[in-house]
Nanobody, 127 residues
Framework: QVQLVESGGGLVQAGGSLRLSCAAS????????AGWFRQAPGKERGFVAA????????YYGDSVKGRFTISRDNAKNTVYLQMNSLKPEDTAVYYC????????????????????WGQGTQVTVSS
């Protein structure tokens, strides 16, 4: 089992930045690939970014490419999402997720393949 706890959400003005953290604990703390997803009110949960087990490979959703950066520190069992140039349409609950990967470079955008989820953290961007 892997337990995930997100932090770092909050209220920010458009154009601002936030850094989300996802702390993992449990038996497979560093042996997992991770991703960030988000869900706005009345919308389905959508893919934001993913990172491979070693951090050597990353992938981003089109709407955040060039503005968000996913990274990880396996020594701290933590995955980060640096969000810059935030827009009102980035407002959502952000969820961290983890999965046991097929390889050390595997990343996926499919939320159904993730085994573990955090409770979510609210990000609100005002215009």
């Amino acid at each position: 089992q892997v337990q995930l706890v997100e932090s770092g959400g909050g209220l920010v003005q458009a154009g601002g930045s936030l850094r989300l953290s996802c702390a993992a604990s449990g038996r497979t703390r560093s042996s997992y690939a991770a991703g960030w997803f988000r869900q706005a009110p009345g919308k389905e949960r959508g893919f934001v970014a993913a990172i491979s087990l070693t951090g050597s490979k990353t992938y981003y959703g089109d709407s955040v490419k060039g503005r968000f950066t996913i990274s990880r520190d396996n020594a701290k069992n933590t995955v980060y999402l640096q969000m810059n140039s935030l827009k009102p349409e980035d407002t959502a609950v952000y969820y961290c997720a983890a999965r046991i990967p097929e390889s050390i470079v595997a990343v996926t955008t499919d939320s159904h393949t993730y085994d573990y989820w955090g409770q979510g953290t609210q990000v609100t961007v005002s215009s």
